[in-house]
């Protein structure tokens, strides 16, 4: 009997601990509590996309306690922008997502701001832009898409969830160019985020829409949507039988970065956190898991090879911009 009573003491002994020490090693892993992520865009685009899925990545897999999200459209994300410079105080605790319109909107006085006016942080990733269709579309491939082109060009209206000028609109007018085209005679209408133009494909306002790949792989896999051209150099799983622009005889890639801008004068040592953990989290499963999903590229800059890298695309995009004329 004593030895029964013995074995049961230690059995209850060893639940005890166990469940004390749970919490212990949830916390040690733990290298923040909270990141609170705004987003310059509605629902359902880029930005929003990216948010989350780093959100997720960091709080499955023990790095971050909570993630919260702010939606704050406006001024081709100029709102946000403005929004975390003026109330840089209080927000500490906020990353905010943005990508190359960043540069872009800088360039073309979309607002006043650019990148050197926030803490640079993080670049996380690219994406690729792709072309889509609706699935019940008789466009089934970018030949067919520059033949409609041809025959009523201000019929043949490309959306994307940029305003005039920015990175769906210099997607597009890329690809036309590269297609022997005139650019500026495509018909660009655009929309708050890439969740209205989608939308607003779905419903045939549109003819074809530029958007980012992962916000349209999702939908060409489920067969609501066909992606016509992604602007990758070779062809990305997550696509399907998705061909590039190359392999249809359009010369031009593109890839766009997103990644993660704190307020202004942001403490050194709350900039090294959160760099930390965006490192740490491309070692993990959780962010391969939400990378492959999406089709995004690796591409990790912190801090000064982040500012070398954007300095090197405002230079880049700016001679673009005044060869298409947006500039």
């Known amino acids: 009997m004593k030895l029964n009573l013995s074995r049961r003491t230690l059995l209850a002994s060893a639940i005890v601990a166990l469940s004390l020490s749970a919490p212990l090693q949830v916390q040690a892993e733990t290298e923040l509590d909270s990141i609170h992520f705004l987003i310059p865009g509605g629902a359902g685009g880029g930005w929003d996309g990216t948010a989350r899925g780093t959100g997720e990545a960091l709080t499955n897999a023990g790095l971050v306690g909570t993630a919260s999200y702010e939606n704050m459209s406006g001024g081709g994300g100029g709102k946000a922008i403005g929004y975390l410079i003026e109330n840089a105080d209080s927000n500490a605790d906020t990353l905010m997502v943005n990508s190359t ?56 209206a490309v959306g994307g969830g940029s305003v005039p000028g920015g990175m769906d609109h210099l997607v597009a007018a890329m690809v036309m160019e590269a297609a022997g085209k005139d650019a500026l ?13 989608m939308a607003a494909l779905l419903s045939g306002e549109i003819a074809a829409l530029s958007t980012g790949f992962s916000e349209a792989v ?21 696509a399907g039988n998705a061909k590039t622009m190359k392999e249809q005889g359009i010369d031009t890639t593109f890839v766009n970065w997103r990644g993660f801008f704190g307020a202004p004068n942001l403490p050194e040592d709350k900039v090294a956190s959160y ?9 993990t499963p959780e962010w391969e898991e939400v990378r492959a999903r999406n089709g995004w590229v690796n ?6 090879d982040f500012e070398t890298f954007l300095e090197g695309q405002e230079e880049t995009i700016a001679g673009l911009m005044k060869k298409l004329g947006f500039l």
């Open 101 to 156: 319109p960043i540069v872009i909107r800088s360039l073309t006085g979309v607002f006043p701001h650019n990148f050197r006016d926030l803490t640079l942080v993080a670049g996380t990733i690219g994406d690729y832009a792709a072309i889509v269709v609706d699935r019940a579309s008789p466009i089934n491939s970018m030949d067919d898409l520059l033949k409609a082109f041809d025959e009523d060009p201000s019929g043949t």
């Open 185 to 197: 005679a495509l018909k660009y209408i655009p929309y708050d985020a890439g969740g209205k133009a």
């Open 218 to 238: 999702t939908l060409a896999n489920a067969g609501e949507i066909k992606i016509i051209g992604v602007t990758s150099d070779e062809r990305v799983a997550a």
């Open 275 to 283: 760099q930390k953990v965006i490192a740490d989290m491309y070692s």
């Open 299 to 304: 591409i990790h800059n912190s801090g000064a």
